[in-house]
Nanobody
Framework: QLELVESGGGLVQPGGSLRLSCAASGSLVDLAVIGWFRQAPGKKRVGISTIDSTGRSTEYADSVKGRFTISRDKNTVFLQMNSLKPEDTAVYFC???????????????WGRGTQVTVSS
């Protein structure tokens, strides 16, 4: 089992930065791949980035490469988001499971999400 709690969302101007945190706990935490996903109003949930249990293997969606950075410090996973655009506005979720993939349908364990709004 995994329990996941996101924090760090908020309102930011275009070009600004935010750092999201995902605190993970539970029996699978030492083995888990943790991913960040987002869902904009009226759109499907999509994968943004994942990091494996060691923190050495990461993956990014093309839409965020070069702007977002995922990192892991023990049981907390961070998503540093720079050069934010209005189209990054969404609810951001972290999720965990044992497979490294950006496909949200694979992940069994989910946090409740945190809102990120990019607007002037």
């Amino acid at each position: 089992q995994l329990e996941l709690v996101e924090s760090g969302g908020g309102l930011v101007q275009p070009g600004g930065s935010l750092r999201l945190s995902c605190a993970a706990s539970g029996s699978l935490v030492d083995l888990a791949v943790i991913g960040w996903f987002r869902q904009a109003p009226g759109k499907k949930r999509v994968g943004i980035s994942t990091i494996d249990s060691t923190g050495r293997s990461t993956e990014y969606a093309d839409s965020v490469k070069g702007r977002f950075t995922i990192s892991r410090d023990k049981n907390t996973v961070f998503l540093q988001m720079n050069s934010l655009k209005p189209e990054d506005t969404a609810v951001y979720f972290c999720a965990g499971d044992l497979i490294e993939t950006l496909n949200p349908n694979i992940f069994r364990f989910w946090g409740r999400g945190t809102q990120v709004t990019v607007s002037s």
